[in-house]
């Protein structure tokens, strides 16, 4: 069932999106992206694009494009798992980081541009993640000791990392990943940190009752329970207060409604539009592009968020909307109001 509606959805959504964001139907846009279920592991639908026949390249577990700013969840979660010497966390969802326009030390002249060219002397880490702020990301990568560390922590994840830039441009996404990596990703960290697989067999048994199926669907826990959960907290606020937030309603049309979690992802010049985001019931990371990468006039926050949120709300007929655990473990969980920028307790 799964697998139709998402078949179905994007083979009529997409030339629809296309020619309403003023795009010539010659050069067709394409779609692609897994579902995988979160608590067990499984996969369950893929949509690789146009494909005339089951042999046909398919775009959802083969094509690899940058990943833009939907990257950045990895680089939150990584902050969020550094201890100090005590076994002290190091860095809260209100601790704060560069955000002013500046050449990174140790780079060739890199310098790179906030979204609207908003910035400002420090940000929160939650400010960093929610509005997508290129400089504050770039900022904690930096404190964290550079893009090395990220690579390493990928690998937990099983992203490919052999052709991925040794350089502090990766905590902006200059990564080339594919859906069904970016899907396995956000289901983890649904999830509270336990690495999904994305099954796709779950068994093959032979006469003597024998199950050649070895990989587990769900897997060990990959990443500190506190950075998961704080990772997942923000990319919530991502949805209800950031970039996100057409995933909920865009163009007069309801998205999907129920809790969840995502982050956007637009790269240069717009070539490749993400949503990586999950509900409790069902992950799905969506890529829209073009075969030969062309120029779209829009970011994700205008075609891939809604495009995201109206296929969410077809996967989730006829089933009740669940929530997100409250907490993970004994971890306890506390909210306060504070400034974005400063971190610092009101007045």
Same mark, same amino acid.
């Not at 694009?49 to 775009?59: A, K, M, N, P, W």
């Not at 902006?172 to 396995?184: D, H, I, S, W, Y």
């Not at 068994?203 to 024998?210: C, K, M, T, Y």
């Not at 969980?333 to 009101?346: A, F, M, N, Y």
């Given at each position: 069932?799964l697998q139709k509606r998402t078949e179905d959805f994007f083979s009529e959504e997409l030339p629809k999106m296309q020619e309403l964001v003023g795009m010539s139907l010659d050069n067709k846009m394409e779609?692609?992206?897994?579902?995988?279920?979160?608590?067990?592991?499984?996969?369950?639908?893929?949509?690789?694009?146009?494909? %005339?026949?089951?042999?046909?390249?398919?775009?959802? @577990?083969?094509?690899?494009?940058?990943?833009?700013?939907?990257?950045?969840?990895?680089?939150?979660?990584?902050?969020? +798992?550094?201890?100090?010497?005590?076994?002290?966390?190091? /860095?809260?969802?209100?601790?704060?980081?560069?955000?002013?326009?500046?050449?990174?030390?140790?780079?060739?002249?890199?310098? $790179?541009?906030?979204?609207?060219?908003?910035?400002? $002397?420090?940000?929160?880490?939650?400010?960093? &993640?929610?509005?997508?702020?290129?400089?504050?990301?770039?900022?904690?990568?930096?404190?964290?000791?550079?893009? +090395?560390?990220?690579? #390493?922590?990928?690998?937990?994840? !099983?992203?490919?990392?052999?052709?991925?830039?040794?350089?502090?441009?990766?905590? &902006?996404?200059?990564?080339? *990943?594919?859906?069904?990596?970016?899907?396995?990703?956000?289901?983890?960290?649904?999830?509270?940190?336990?690495?999904?697989?994305?099954?796709?067999?779950?068994?093959?048994?032979?006469?003597?009752?024998?199950?050649?199926?070895?990989?587990?669907?769900? #897997?060990?826990?990959?990443?500190?329970?506190?950075?998961?959960? %704080?990772?997942?907290?923000?990319?919530?606020?991502?949805?209800?207060?950031?970039?996100?937030?057409?995933?909920?309603?865009?163009?007069? !049309?309801?998205?999907?409604?129920?809790?969840?979690?995502?982050? @956007?992802?637009?790269?240069?010049?717009?070539?490749?539009? =993400?949503? *990586?985001?999950?509900?409790?019931?069902?992950?799905?990371?969506? /890529?829209?592009?073009?075969?030969? $990468?062309?120029?779209?006039?829009?970011?994700?926050?205008?075609?891939?968020? $809604?495009?995201?949120? =109206?296929?969410?709300?077809?996967?989730?007929?006829?089933?009740?909307? +669940?929530?997100?655990? *409250?907490?993970?473990?004994?971890?306890?969980?506390?909210?306060?109001? %504070?400034?974005?920028?400063?971190?610092? *307790?009101?007045?």
């Amino acid at each position: 069932v799964l697998q139709k509606r998402t078949e179905d959805f994007f083979s009529e959504e997409l030339p629809k999106m296309q020619e309403l964001v003023g795009m010539s139907l010659d050069n067709k846009m394409e779609g692609a992206t897994t579902v995988i279920s979160p608590t067990t592991g499984e996969l369950l639908a893929v949509y690789g694009g146009t494909q %005339l026949q089951s042999t046909d390249f398919s775009r959802a @577990t083969q094509a690899r494009r940058q990943a833009g700013s939907s990257l950045k969840p990895l680089v939150y979660a990584l902050g969020f +798992e550094q201890k100090n010497e005590k076994g002290e966390y190091i /860095w809260k969802s209100f601790s704060t980081v560069t955000n002013a326009r500046r050449t990174f030390k140790n780079t060739s002249g890199w310098r $790179p541009r906030n979204n609207g060219e908003k910035y400002s $002397p420090i940000s929160t880490l939650t400010a960093g &993640l929610v509005w997508s702020q290129n400089i504050a990301t770039a900022s904690l990568l930096e404190s964290i000791g550079g893009p +090395e560390f990220l690579i #390493d922590f990928a690998k937990r994840f !099983r992203f490919d990392t052999k052709k991925w830039p040794n350089e502090l441009g990766l905590a &902006l996404g200059q990564a080339e *990943v594919t859906p069904f990596e970016m899907t396995r990703f956000v289901a983890t960290i649904a999830n509270g940190g336990r690495f999904t697989n994305g099954q796709p067999v779950l068994a093959a048994i032979d006469l003597q009752q024998r199950n050649h199926v070895k990989t587990l669907a769900m #897997d060990e826990r990959v990443v500190d329970e506190n950075a998961i959960f %704080l990772t997942r907290e923000l990319m919530r606020l991502v949805v209800l207060a950031g970039t996100g937030g057409g995933s909920r309603k865009r163009l007069d !049309r309801l998205g999907y409604k129920g809790e969840s979690i995502g982050k @956007t992802g637009t790269t240069d010049q717009s070539k490749d539009l =993400w949503f *990586v985001g999950s509900t409790p019931t069902y992950a799905g990371a969506l /890529w829209i592009g073009f075969d030969t $990468p062309a120029t779209m006039p829009v970011s994700s926050s205008d075609v891939a968020a $809604p495009l995201w949120g =109206w296929w969410m709300r077809e996967l989730h007929q006829d089933i009740p909307y +669940e929530k997100f655990d *409250v907490v993970f473990g004994d971890i306890p969980v506390k909210r306060k109001w %504070l400034c974005i920028e400063t971190g610092r *307790v009101p007045n």
